[in-house]
C-alpha cells in the first residue's frame, strides 16, 4: 500500500519534463519540492541563458545543467586557487580553501562522469554523480561553517550550491534505466 503513492509521484515526477511544459512551469515544479535550495526564479535565469533550454526534455535539461555547473565549478575551482596563493588570507582560511579545492576538484571529476553517463544513457550513475557533486559543494561550505570563519567567497558557494541542487532535482525526473 506504500508503494502505490511513490508510484503516483514518480510517474507525476518523470511527466515533469515533457516536452509540453515550458521552463516556467517546469522551474515552478522543481522548485515546489520539499527540501530544494533555489527559487523559481534562479532556476529560469539559471537555465534560460542557453538556448533551447525551454524546448529540452529532461535529458537535454540534464546535460545543460551539468555544463553550467561544470563552468561554475571550475570558476569556483580558479578563485579558490586564487586566494591559496594569496599572502593576504590567513593560515585558517586556507585550511578551509584547501577542502575546497579538493572538492571541486572531484565535482569537476563527478560532472565529466554525469556528461559521459548522460551519453550512454546510464540515468542511474548521472543521478549518483549529481548526487555526489551537490555534497562536495555543501563539504566546501561546510569546512567555512567549521572553521568558524566567514567565506571568502560566498556568493560563488551560494551559487554553486544551488546550481548543483537543481542539477539534481532536474536529474532526478530520469528514469533509473533506459
Not at 516556467?24 to 535550495?37: P, R
Not at 588570507?89 to 578551509?96: P, T
Amino acid at each position: 500500500m506504500k508503494a502505490f503513492p511513490s508510484l503516483v509521484v514518480a510517474l507525476l515526477f518523470l511527466n515533469l519534463l515533457s516536452a509540453d511544459a515550458t521552463l516556467e512551469e517546469t522551474c515552478k515544479q522543481l522548485a515546489a519540492h520539499t527540501g530544494v535550495h533555489f527559487d523559481v526564479n534562479f532556476c529560469i535565469t539559471t537555465l534560460q541563458v542557453v538556448p533551447g533550454s525551454n524546448e529540452a526534455d529532461a535529458i537535454g535539461l540534464t546535460s545543460i545543467i551539468a555544463n553550467l555547473a561544470n563552468a561554475n565549478i571550475t570558476h569556483n575551482l580558479a578563485k579558490v586557487k586564487e586566494l591559496l596563493n594569496s599572502k593576504n588570507v590567513s593560515a585558517e582560511s586556507k585550511k578551509a580553501l584547501d577542502v575546497c579545492e579538493e572538492v571541486y576538484d572531484l565535482g569537476i571529476e563527478d560532472i565529466k562522469e554525469t556528461i559521459e553517463a548522460l551519453e550512454s544513457r546510464n540515468f542511474f550513475t548521472v543521478k549518483s554523480r549529481l548526487s555526489a557533486l551537490l555534497f562536495n559543494v555543501f563539504t566546501c561550505r561546510d569546512a567555512w561553517a567549521e572553521s568558524k570563519l566567514k567565506s571568502l567567497m560566498p556568493k560563488e558557494e551560494d551559487d554553486a550550491y544551488k546550481i548543483s541542487d537543481l542539477a539534481v532535482s532536474i536529474g532526478a525526473s530520469l528514469p533509473d534505466h533506459q
